[in-house]
């Protein structure tokens, strides 16, 4: 079993719906990431949480501790955020930071 | 904020060649350093990070090697590619104060 397990794995949205993305993960953590990865590779943080929720923009992310659960919600969806949205959490290991990696989510968009 | 650059973009190499990618990290100092890697189909996974000159820690054993010559270079080497070397390898950075940032990737074909 995936120490981080992400569901969906694809999902396909019309513009402007809103759109949930899920991470579960099995594992004391200091610190729970969401990353956006378009098509040509290169990858963004959008968020990095160890409680409570965060907002960017169309973008949150919430994370329930006691549950080792993450969500990230876009509102208002568009074409643009069309990309693969990848959960990676930071396992308590003194300071490293060392990532471990959901398997992401391919998300589309359509106009 | 940092800077991340990474060369070449994309390779293409035969198997049994020797390999030789290069990070460099602007805009701080002495921070630790990761290579992942992902491979077709496949999530991200951490291949080697780094905390400081010389100090290099392996995730997997694996047919790749890293050092870290200087405190903002970080290098992934191999001897002799095998086929399973193929794939998208991510140099990232993490200075303790706020989330990793990512360089662009190169893409690594071995045939």
């Known amino acids: 079993k995936n120490e981080v397990e992400q569901s ?3 999902l ?7 759109i949930t993305i899920n991470c579960s993960y099995s594992v004391g953590i200091s610190a729970l990431h969401w990353l956006q990865q378009h098509p040509g590779g290169g990858i963004v943080s959008l968020f990095m949480l160890s409680s409570g929720k965060k907002k960017h923009g169309r973008l ?3 994370i329930n501790i006691q549950e080792k659960h993450s969500s990230l919600h876009i509102t208002a969806s568009h074409p643009r955020d069309s990309a693969v949205y990848i959960c990676a959490v930071s396992p308590f290991q003194g300071g490293s930071e060392k990532l471990v990696f959901g398997k992401g989510t ?3 968009v359509n106009p | 904020s940092q800077t991340i650059h990474q060369w070449p973009a994309t390779l293409v190499q035969p198997v049994g060649s020797p390999l030789s990618l290069e990070c460099t990290v602007e805009g ?3 921070p630790n350093l990761y290579w992942y890697r992902q491979a077709a189909g496949r999530g991200l996974q951490l291949l080697f990070y780094s ?9 997997v054993p694996q047919n790749l090697s890293a050092s870290r010559p200087q405190d ?9 590619l095998l086929l399973s070397d193929s794939g998208f390898y991510l140099c990232a950075c993490y200075t303790g104060t706020d989330t990793q940032y990512f360089g662009p990737g190169t893409r ?3 045939l």
């Open chain 1, 8 to 10: 969906p794995q694809n």
């Open chain 1, 12 to 18: 396909t949205a019309q513009e402007g719906e809103f």
């Open chain 1, 60 to 62: 949150i992310a919430t």
């Open chain 1, 106 to 108: 391919k998300l589309t």
């Open chain 2, 28 to 30: 701080t100092s002495n």
């Open chain 2, 51 to 59: 905390v400081g000159i010389g100090q290099i820690s392996s995730e």
């Open chain 2, 72 to 80: 903002r270079q970080f290098i992934l080497s191999s001897k002799k």
């Open chain 2, 108 to 110: 690594l074909t071995v």
